[in-house]
């Protein structure tokens, strides 16, 4: 049986690349037959679960521009995943017109880019129930079982899905398009636990605004295939998890032997390092967060007196209903933590609560995923 012909080609053409670094959100160091060259990337999400070093990209020539190519995908779980969000409405258009949007079979694009109040959207459409606005949002982050979007906080993201809401009060048919870059997924979701106001307004939004989840396939050369599936979006999950409430890890570097009070335990070395803390909050997690990220403050714990001579690196929530403080810590020291002892709460059977690692753990591979499997992948196979 032959191959099915593809609804989108990505414009090339198209060399592979690996990646080497990230210098800034929209640079990419890249090794090109054996040489380096820096790349163009037209997307500024973290992308943390796309871009390690050794991964191959998809780069296309940019003459003219800053850099002399431009990268526009990235292999995850074996196929390429579009990172290039210019393009993004292009595909999306390229799905309402071959009518494999489930809702939307009907659907013609009348306009782009179109102003409604103090926003601009992506599509007009002209539908049998009159006029329809509709944003598009890419999707990049996904494991085997679960997409996820945002992957970075997105504040106009929220607006958008308020200024959707406002139009279909108003008489105006609106939706949001998500498009999963992969066809593994089965499920759709929120990232509650990057963007929780973005979550919290899409609960808030949904029976007003249409939301659809789709997961496309690319092939290696980059075209979309037609077979495309509408993704399950689990609103109950969402309205018993997406709060504020949780687990979170705390990273902080000492950058030279120090030596801390901390009460009850005495004064306490510090080697050199990175330390993860695990902590929970099962209300006000944010605030949690943030009082960790801040020096000034009065000291209640011991994570408090350590903070004031390590510098703060990364914070990383996993907003759950249930207690996995615990599952975190053992995570830690699977990957390889040095329990520091006795630092910390001791109420639960946890091996520890502060760990300290010889090299940032937040660029390794394997500490990001298993932080991907308890905040997506569990949600779909619990342990």
């Given at each position: 049986?032959?191959?099915?012909?593809?609804?989108?080609?990505?414009?090339?053409?198209?060399?592979?690349?690996?990646?080497?670094?990230?210098?800034?959100?929209?640079?990419?160091?890249?090794?090109?037959?054996?040489?380096?060259?820096?790349?163009?990337?037209?997307?500024?999400?973290?992308?943390?679960?796309?871009?390690?070093?050794?991964?191959?990209?998809?780069?296309?020539?940019?003459?003219?521009?800053?850099?002399?190519?431009?990268?526009?995908?990235?292999?995850?779980?074996?196929?390429?995943?579009?990172?290039?969000?210019?393009?993004?409405?292009?595909?999306?258009?390229?799905?309402?017109?071959?009518?494999?949007?489930?809702?939307?079979?009907?659907?013609?694009?009348?306009?782009?880019?179109?102003?409604?109040?103090?926003?601009?959207?992506d599509f007009l459409l002209g539908t049998g129930q009159g006029p329809m606005t509709v944003e598009v949002k890419s999707c990049t982050l996904f494991t085997p079982s679960v997409a996820m979007f945002p992957d970075a906080v997105t504040?106009?993201?929220?607006?958008?899905?308020?200024?959707?809401?406002?139009?279909?009060?108003?008489?105006?048919?609106?939706?949001?398009?998500?498009?999963?870059?992969?066809?593994?997924?089965?499920?759709?979701?929120?990232?509650?636990?990057?963007?929780?106001?973005?979550?919290?307004?899409?609960?808030?939004?949904?029976?007003?605004?249409?939301?659809?989840?789709?997961?496309?396939?690319?092939?290696?050369?980059?075209?979309?295939?037609?077979?495309?599936?509408?993704?399950?979006?689990?609103?109950?999950?969402?309205?018993?998890?997406?709060?504020?409430?949780?687990?979170?890890?705390?990273?902080?570097?000492?950058?030279?032997?120090?030596?801390?009070?901390?009460?009850?335990?005495?004064?306490?070395?510090?080697?050199?390092?990175?330390?993860?803390?695990?902590?929970?909050?099962?209300?006000?997690?944010?605030?949690?967060?943030?009082?960790?990220?801040?020096?000034?403050?009065?000291?209640?714990?011991?994570?408090?007196?350590?903070?004031?001579?390590?510098?703060?690196?990364?914070?990383?929530?996993?907003?759950?209903?249930?207690?996995?403080?615990?599952?975190?810590?053992?995570?830690?020291?699977?990957?390889?933590?040095?329990?520091?002892?006795?630092?910390?709460?001791?109420?639960?059977?946890?091996?520890?609560?502060?760990?300290?690692?010889?090299?940032?753990?937040?660029?390794?591979?394997?500490?990001?995923?298993?932080?991907?499997?308890?905040?997506?992948?569990?949600?779909?196979?619990p342990d």
């Open positions: 049986m032959g191959c099915k012909p593809s609804i989108y080609r990505c414009p090339g053409p198209l060399k592979e690349g690996r990646f080497i670094a990230r210098p800034n959100r929209f640079v990419v160091e890249a090794e090109l037959k054996g040489r380096p060259v820096r790349a163009y990337l037209p997307n500024p999400g973290r992308l943390r679960e796309l871009l390690y070093p050794g991964v191959p990209l998809l780069l296309r020539p940019s003459p003219g521009g800053a850099t002399d190519w431009t990268v526009v995908a990235a292999e995850r779980l074996g196929h390429p995943v579009l990172l290039h969000t210019h393009w993004n409405n292009d595909v999306a258009q390229a799905l309402i017109e071959a009518r494999l949007v489930p809702g939307l079979e009907e659907a013609v694009v009348e306009r782009r880019e179109v102003t409604e109040g103090r926003s601009r959207f504040d106009r993201g929220s607006r958008h899905l308020r200024e959707l809401a406002d139009l279909a009060e108003g008489g105006r048919r609106s939706g949001v398009l998500f498009v999963v870059h992969s066809s593994r997924p089965g499920l759709f979701l929120p990232d509650y636990h990057t963007d929780l106001t973005f979550a919290r307004t899409l609960l808030d939004v949904r029976d007003r605004v249409e939301v659809r989840a789709l997961a496309v396939r690319w092939r290696d050369d980059l075209s979309l295939a037609p077979e495309v599936m509408p993704l399950e979006i689990p609103w109950e999950t969402i309205k018993k998890e997406a709060r504020d409430r949780g687990s979170y890890l705390v990273f902080l570097a000492v950058d030279e032997p120090v030596t801390v009070s901390v009460s009850a335990l005495g004064d306490v070395a510090f080697a050199p390092g990175w330390y993860v803390y695990v902590g929970s909050a099962m209300e006000n997690l944010t605030a949690r967060v943030e009082r960790h990220r801040r020096r000034r403050k009065t000291l209640h714990g011991h994570i408090d007196s350590l903070r004031q001579k390590a510098r703060f690196v990364a914070a990383f929530p996993v907003r759950s209903a249930d207690h996995l403080e615990c599952g975190l810590a053992r995570e830690m020291a699977g990957l390889g933590g040095q329990v520091v002892p006795r630092f910390g709460s001791s109420d639960c059977s946890c091996p520890g609560h502060l760990f300290r690692f010889d090299s940032d753990p937040e660029r390794d591979r394997a500490f990001v995923e298993r932080l991907l499997h308890l905040r997506m992948e569990r949600l779909a196979r």
